[in-house]
């Protein structure tokens, strides 16, 4: 089994800052990508930041430059921080991993989100 958890939402002020975190265990071998993605009632679940095994990032246009994915192999966990917050940021926070289990099969996985409100 793999398990993916986000933790490190909350509610923060406009302006404000927040990390999240995305831990990853269980039976894997390999996380190959990693992504965050966000939701928000009645919406469809957009991707907001990705990053490859070897560290290139890609973002979306609404977050580039105030958000900054990363990731530690070493820990297989996924960080989002996210600065310059507005409460269009709001939204229920998630992360996808591709990974390789030990039964080398992969799958894409996800976390049970992570909500992030930001008051104006």
């Known amino acids: 089994q793999v398990q993916l958890v986000e933790s490190g939402g909350g509610l923060v002020q406009a302006g404000g800052s927040l990390t999240l975190s995305c831990a990853a265990s269980g039976s894997i071998f390999r996380i190959n990508a990693m992504d965050w993605y966000r939701q928000t ?3 469809q679940r957009e991707l907001v930041a990705s990053i490859t095994r070897g560290g290139n ?3 979306a246009d609404s977050v580039k430059g105030r ?3 990363s990731r530690d192999n070493t820990k297989n966990t996924l960080y989002l921080q996210m600065r310059s917050l507005k409460p269009e940021d709001t939204a229920v926070y998630y ?3 591709n990974i390789l289990a030990v039964t080398l099969l992969t799958n894409d996985y996800w976390g049970q989100g992570t909500q992030v409100t930001v008051s104006s």
């Open 57 to 59: 990032t890609n973002y």
């Open 95 to 97: 992360c996808k991993g």
């Open 41 to 43: 009632p009645g919406k």
């Open 67 to 69: 958000f900054t994915i």
